[in-house]
């Protein structure tokens, strides 16, 4: 650890930029859990499956070996979509916040807070939030 510590530390009186980077940087995790947090693992995406806007993503315990749960949360921003897309597994999205439109095998309906949504494999799918609201939502799948 102090070698890693002292070139950061030495860099950062340098250039002043090291620290950030040093900060970021994960911890080994203790036995029996894996604790993240949302600042961690924010990436600002484009929307997935061609959907464009400008979304957040935060794609928990990626780096977890063996950990076969894809667990994610997403912010749409206004303007942005999931596009849509034909699933390949099972899938779960719960909404967390804000309303949008979700498109189900050529249905559009409405979604809200506390609504969860399987798609099933060999559906097709997308999501978009309402006009001027940003939609959080959970999403979980198993990996393969």
């Given at each position: 650890?102090?070698?890693?510590?002292?070139?950061?530390?030495?860099?950062?009186?340098?250039?002043?930029?090291?620290?950030?980077?040093?900060?970021?940087?994960?911890?080994?995790?203790?036995?029996?859990?894996?604790?993240?947090q949302d600042a961690q693992v924010a990436k600002k995406q484009a929307g997935p499956h061609k959907?464009?806007?400008?979304?957040?993503?935060?794609?928990?315990?990626?780096?977890?070996p063996n950990f076969k749960t894809a667990f994610r949360k997403r912010v749409l921003k206004p303007g942005a979509s999931i596009g849509y897309h034909l699933q390949k597994e099972d899938e779960?999205?719960?909404i967390l916040s804000g309303t949008g439109q979700m498109q189900m095998n050529g249905t559009t309906f409405p979604v809200k807070p506390?609504?969860?949504?399987?798609?099933?494999p060999g559906s097709s799918h997308g999501l978009s939030?309402?006009?001027?609201?940003e939609l959080t939502l959970l999403i979980v799948y198993e990996k393969k």
């Open positions: 650890m102090k070698t890693r510590l002292f070139p950061a530390f030495a860099l950062t009186l340098l250039f002043g930029f090291a620290a950030p980077l040093y900060a970021q940087e994960k911890a080994p995790a203790p036995k029996g859990y894996v604790l993240e959907g464009g806007g400008e979304t957040v993503a935060y794609s928990f315990f990626e780096g977890v779960i999205y719960y506390g609504d969860a949504i399987l798609t099933r939030p309402d006009k001027d609201t």
